[in-house]
C-alpha cells in the first residue's frame, strides 16, 4: 500500500509558477511510475506528466510542454511538478498517482485506470 499526499497548490496570477509536491509513504516509491492528473470543475480527470522509476523518461500533455515539468527525488520519495507560464485553463485539482505495474520507457503510463494508487488532491487556481 502506498499513500500519496499532494501540496504546494493555492491561487495565482496568470503568467505566475507553483511547484506541486507529492510525497509517498513507503519503502517501494522507486519501483512506480509517478504521473499527475487534473480535474477541472464539470470536466473529466486528464493525464498532465508521468515520469519513469528512475526519472529518465517523462512524457505530458501537449497543452502542458514547455511549461510543466516533473520530477522525481527517489531519496525522498517526492515527486514534483513544477509549473509555469500558469494560464486561467489550468485551474483544477491536481493528483498525484502511482503505478506499481513494470512499464518500458517508450509505453509510460497516462491512462487514469492504469494508475494504482492517488492522492486526495490539491487545488489549483490560476486568475486572469
Known amino acids: 500500500q502506498v499513500r500519496l499526499v499532494e501540496s504546494g497548490g493555492g491561487l495565482v496570477q496568470a503568467g505566475g509558477s507553483l511547484r506541486l509536491s507529492c510525497a509517498a509513504s513507503?519503502?517501494?516509491?522507486?519501483?512506480?511510475?509517478m504521473g499527475w492528473f487534473r480535474q477541472a470543475p464539470g470536466k473529466e480527470r486528464e493525464f498532465v506528466a508521468v515520469?519513469?522509476?528512475?526519472?529518465?523518461?517523462?512524457y505530458y500533455r501537449d497543452s502542458v510542454k514547455g511549461r510543466f515539468t516533473i520530477s522525481r527525488d527517489n531519496a525522498k520519495n517526492t515527486v514534483y511538478l513544477q509549473m509555469n507560464s500558469l494560464k486561467p485553463e489550468d485551474t483544477a485539482v491536481y493528483y498525484c498517482?502511482?503505478?506499481?505495474?513494470?512499464?518500458?520507457?517508450?509505453?509510460?503510463?497516462?491512462?487514469?485506470?492504469?494508475?494504482?494508487?492517488w492522492g486526495q488532491g490539491t487545488q489549483v487556481t490560476v486568475s486572469s
Open positions: 498517482a502511482a503505478d506499481q505495474d513494470y512499464h518500458v520507457s517508450s509505453d509510460l503510463p497516462r491512462l487514469f485506470h492504469e494508475y494504482d494508487y
Open positions: 513507503g519503502r517501494t516509491f522507486r519501483r512506480y511510475d
Open positions: 515520469i519513469s522509476v528512475s526519472g529518465g523518461t517523462t
